[in-house]
C-alpha cells in the first residue's frame, strides 16, 4: 500500500488527510482507496481508474529509486519502527545527493570502506550520531 497527504482547508482551518492508496487486492474503506473494478463502466471511473494507476505508478518508481540508490532497503529486516527511521535516513541523503550544488567524492575507492565522522563534529552532536548507527 502507497500513501499520499491530501491539504484542504475548510473555514480558514488547514485539514491534512492521509490517504492510502491500494491495489484491487485491497477492499476499499473510507481511508483507502483502490480501483473501482476492472471494467469501469462509465467515464467518471475510468478517469479515476487512470488518475488512481498514475499515482501509484509515482510512488512504486519513487521506491525503486530510493532502493536502487540503498540496496540495503531491499532486504530490511529490522523493527518497523526502526525500519522508519532507515527509510527517512535514505530519502534524506537521497535528496541532499539530488541538490544542484551536490558533487560526489569521486576519489571514493569502495563503498565498503567504514564511515569516519570528521574530527570537527564532536560533543553531544558527535555522540547523537554514533547512537543512531548503534544498532
Do not use: Q
Amino acid at each position: 500500500m502507497h500513501y499520499f497527504y491530501i491539504k484542504i482547508i475548510v473555514n480558514n482551518n488547514l485539514l491534512i488527510l492521509i490517504i492510502l492508496i491500494g491495489d484491487s487486492a485491497y477492499e476499499a474503506n473510507e481511508w483507502l482507496m483502490v480501483p473501482m473494478n476492472n471494467n469501469p463502466n462509465d467515464n467518471r471511473e475510468r478517469k479515476y481508474n487512470r488518475a488512481h494507476k498514475s499515482t501509484r505508478r509515482i510512488i512504486e518508481c519513487s521506491y525503486g529509486i530510493l532502493k536502487n540508490r540503498f540496496p540495503c532497503l531491499k532486504y530490511l529486516r529490522v523493527d518497523p519502527c526502526f525500519a522508519g527511521r532507515i527509510i527517512m535516513a535514505c530519502a534524506t541523503l537521497h535528496n541532499v545527493a539530488n541538490k544542484a550544488d551536490f558533487i560526489p567524492n569521486s576519489d571514493a575507492e569502495d563503498d565498503n570502506t567504514d564511515a569516519v565522522i570528521p574530527p570537527t563534529v564532536t560533543g553531544h552532536r558527535r555522540e547523537t550520531l554514533l547512537e543512531f548507527f548503534n544498532y
